[in-house]
């Protein structure tokens, strides 16, 4: 079965960077592009972004452009998010989620990581 | 940016009872690529409908999404003690892809 098992995350400094991991599992990781989600605490869903692990192709929320960064590593079937120069207001649960559709950005979000938790604070 | 609005902000019902929440965005979602999320206190979203009108792989159908171009509903036609959650509705057919609020539906 599709599984997304996430990793990293923790408390982190104002300025610093944090990189989450997202290991995939029982499906072929290069045929569906992988999406960030996160989501502050009480607060809705914010898209940051996509990586179509087939290509390297990324398409990054306006808001979080020039601090992160979406790769990829097919040998171990594993997408990473790094975010840099962190702030309060980046204190967020933060998931991965796998498209519906294979080779789509345009997918709906069926299958979803356990979520990883990135608190900013001094 | 599309941006979704949902309503209203917390729908107060009983078991039983049929919910209607809706989602409106500020212009045309393109090709209806409009989906809807349950996400219960600590865990992930769950996908219930894309496309705003297909049900997600075991979805029970109790759940179902209408509607297209601006506004969508999602209506859940008994509640069942496990449907009281937040739902989301997201569309997906341009960039950047955008959330809505939220709709909480808690036990009247």
């Known amino acids: 079965q599709v599984q997304l098992m996430q990793s990293g995350g923790g408390l982190k400094e104002p300025g610093a960077s944090v990189k989450v991991s997202c290991k995939a599992s029982?499906?072929?990781?290069?045929?569906?592009?992988i999406s960030w989600v996160r989501q502050a605490p009480g607060q809705g869903l914010e898209w940051m972004g996509w990586?179509?692990?087939?290509?390297?192709?990324?398409d990054y929320a306006q808001t979080l452009q020039g601090r992160v960064s979406m790769t990829t590593d097919t040998s171990t079937s594993t997408a990473y998010m790094e975010l840099r120069s962190l702030r309060s207001d980046d204190t967020a649960m933060y998931y991965c989620a796998r498209g519906r559709v294979s080779y789509s950005s345009s997918s709906s979000f069926k299958y979803w990581g356990q979520g990883t938790l990135v608190s900013v604070s001094s | 940016e599309i941006v979704l609005t949902q309503s209203p902000g917390t729908l107060s019902l009983s078991p039983g009872e049929r919910a209607t929440l809706s989602c409106r965005a500020s212009?045309?979602?393109?090709?209806?690529?409009l989906a809807w999320y349950q996400q219960k206190p600590g865990q992930a979203p769950r996908l219930l409908v894309f496309?705003?009108?297909s049900r997600a792989t075991g979805i029970p159908d109790r759940f179902s999404g209408s509607g297209s171009g601006t506004d969508f509903t999602l209506t859940i036609s008994r509640l069942d003690p496990e449907d009281f959650a937040v739902y989301y509705c997201q569309q997906y057919g341009s960039s950047p892809s955008t959330f809505g609020g939220g709709t909480k539906v808690e036990i009247k």
């Open positions: 990586i179509n692990p087939y290509n390297g192709n990324t």
């Open positions: 496309g705003a009108s």
């Open positions: 029982g499906y072929t990781f290069n045929s569906y592009v």
């Open positions: 212009q045309g979602v393109s090709r209806n690529y």
